[in-house]
């Protein structure tokens, strides 16, 4: 399936674009920003293009198992990306998946990565079928753990040296939803109240 729009009350998830890249890296290649995230700081903007090649050629596999979006804030008339949000299909067989994100730190506390991540659960259980979503976070990443818990995610305990990151293993909390959760949800605007 390509190509593919999610769009929620603030923002839009598309396809990357190879225009995109000055975006991408004013947030990637803050340490900030990627404190808590599976892949380093980009050095350079060839980091940074390097990502957007790879990302744009997974989203023409066929069959696709990986969506990732660029996160696109939409307001007066005008569009600015801020963000990357990504939805893998782990299992087919069990219908089993995973999110993961990331925002300019420009725009944190603003209800981006909760309506973010709503996109994804959405996308995955009506568009992919999904039963299970999965995702993780740093255990010192308290936002992200809270936007997690905002989309109905139940946190499902630690994975101990779960990721290799800068050298260092760490540690991941675990958190899920299913389908049947997902219709118990209330539903939220995206506007982090």
Do not use: C
Request: proline share 5%; hydrophobic share 35%; net charge negative.
């Amino acid at each position: 399936m390509f190509p593919v729009s999610l769009v929620g009350p603030r923002i839009t998830l598309r396809e990357w674009q190879e225009d995109d890249a000055p975006a991408v890296y004013s947030y990637a290649s803050q340490p900030i920003a990627t404190k808590f995230l599976p892949w380093e700081t980009h050095a350079d903007l060839d980091d940074t293009r390097e990502y957007l090649e790879s990302v744009m050629a997974a989203a023409r596999e066929d069959p696709r198992s990986t969506y990732d979006f660029a996160v696109v804030f939409r307001a007066d008339g005008e569009e600015r990306l801020l963000g990357g949000g990504r939805i893998s299909i782990r299992d087919t067989t069990h219908r089993r998946g995973d999110i993961g994100y990331v925002v300019h730190p420009d725009w944190w506390s603003r209800g981006i990565g909760t309506e973010l991540a709503t996109l994804l659960v959405d996308f995955g259980f009506t568009t992919l079928g999904l039963h299970r979503i999965e995702a993780t976070a740093e255990p010192l990443n308290v936002a992200s753990q809270k936007i997690l818990t905002k989309v109905g995610m139940t946190y499902e305990g630690r994975i101990r040296d779960h990721m290799y990151v800068g050298g260092t293993w760490r540690d991941s909390f675990s958190y899920a939803i299913l389908e049947t959760d997902a219709r118990r949800r209330p539903t939220d605007d995206g506007s982090g109240r």
